[in-house]
Structures are given as C-alpha cells and as structure tokens.
C-alpha cells in the first residue's frame, strides 16, 4: 500500500548510543517531516525538508540532525542518545494540502 | 502567532451518542483546517478538510464545518461507535515554503458500549 514506511517500529537505546530512524515515502511528495510526540506535550516539529536537498530546523531540533537522501527517503539521526529523548517519533511527507504519517518509531532511552 | 485550541479531555461518551470537539483557530491570512485522528498504537490520519470559509469536510459520518466569523471548526458526529475511540487532533494549514502545519493538543475520545 502506498504510505509513509518508518524503520524501526520499536528501539531501545542505552544513553549515549547513537541510531537512525529511517522514513520513506513512495506518493511522490516534496516535503517531509519529524515529530515526536510526548505526553501533555501534543506533536512537536523536529526537522522538516520542503524539498529535496533543502532541510530546516522546528521547533525542537536540539540533539537530532537529518538526512534528505532523495526525494523519498528523509532520516532522523540521534548522534548521542539522552533520556529526554524518549518518545514517539513520526515521519510525515505531504503534496499540497494535509500530510500523511507513518506509523511511528517508539524509541526508549535508558 | 498561529495556534489551535481545543477543547480539554477526555472525552467519555456512550454508544451512539452526539459528539462535538471544540476548536478555534488564531491565523494571519486565510489557513486550511483539518481533523486528523490517531487511533491507538497508530499514526496521525487526515479525517477531513476545509480549504476554505463556509466549506463543509466530512468522512466516515464525521463533520466539521469551517466558520471564519467564529474562527472555529467543530467536529460533530451524529451517533459514535465504540470503533471511534481515538485522540482527535485539530488543525491548520499555512501555506508558506512548504506545508505548514499547527496541530492543537489533540481530545482523546473513548466510546463505552
């Protein structure tokens, strides 16, 4: 089914390790994004690319970088992974008007 | 700055009762709307849209109706099933350099048999 594919589904990463959270999307869409979402705290924007080979920061970029591979591939890196890093990470991608996610990273920092 | 505010939960409703979720809207220029909902252990999904004021989007029995004077777009729906039960996330659309999306705090919504 055409979508939004994040890999992996579930993580477990001891404080300090580093890991990358793969996103790929196969509808043909220009820009991508990062969330995560915590608890009482809603959906917040990581990173987003508007094109391919363009990426920006949101609103809380701290500890992440990302990768534009190509047009269908955008990857999240954590370089050195902190408990504060805990939480649900999802991949969107959108053309137009409304975005279509993935079904979420959830990534748990011990 | 541009923000969605929706109404607190949760939300607790018996089958086949009405439902409606309080949202409003702050926004320079004239934004897009949209219901997502995410259902337990899953990702956001668009629900429905409005690209502009007086639309109507509607899916799956769900309605919401883009109100420019009363800058809101409530989601009702007639009569919820258990299958309902998710966390409901309003939000708009700004059209910028890409796709520029607000989401409020999302109202979890839980539907007893």
């Known amino acids: 089914n055409a979508g939004v594919t994040q890999t992996p589904k579930f993580q477990v990463l001891k404080t300090g390790q580093s890991m990358t959270l793969q996103c790929a999307q196969d509808?043909?869409?220009?820009?991508m994004y990062w969330y995560r979402q915590d608890p009482g705290m809603g959906l917040r924007l990581i990173y987003y690319s508007a094109s391919e080979g363009t990426t920006d920061k949101g609103e809380v970029p701290n500890g992440y970088n990302v990768s534009r591979l190509n047009k269908r591939e955008f990857s999240l890196r954590l370089e050195s992974a902190a408990p504060s890093q805990t939480s649900v990470y999802f991949c969107?991608?959108?053309?137009?008007?409304?975005?279509?996610f993935g079904s979420g990273t959830r990534l748990t920092v011990v | 700055g541009d923000s969605v505010t929706q109404m607190e939960g949760p939300v607790t409703l018996s089958e086949e009762a009405f439902l409606t979720i309080n949202c409003t809207y702050t926004?320079?220029?004239?934004?897009?709307l949209f219901w997502y909902v995410q259902y337990p252990g899953e990702g956001l999904q668009l629900l429905l849209k409005a690209t502009k004021a007086d639309d109507k989007g509607s899916n799956k029995g769900f309605e919401a109706t883009y109100r420019k004077e009363t800058t809101s777009f409530h989601l009702e729906k007639g009569s919820v099933q258990v299958s309902d039960s998710a966390v409901y996330f309003c939000a708009l659309s700004m059209k910028t350099s890409y796709d520029k999306v607000i989401f409020g705090p999302g109202t979890s919504l839980s539907v007893i048999p």
């Open positions: 926004a320079t220029g004239y934004p897009s």
């Open positions: 969107a991608s959108s053309q137009g008007y409304g975005y279509t």
């Open positions: 509808m043909n869409h220009n820009s």
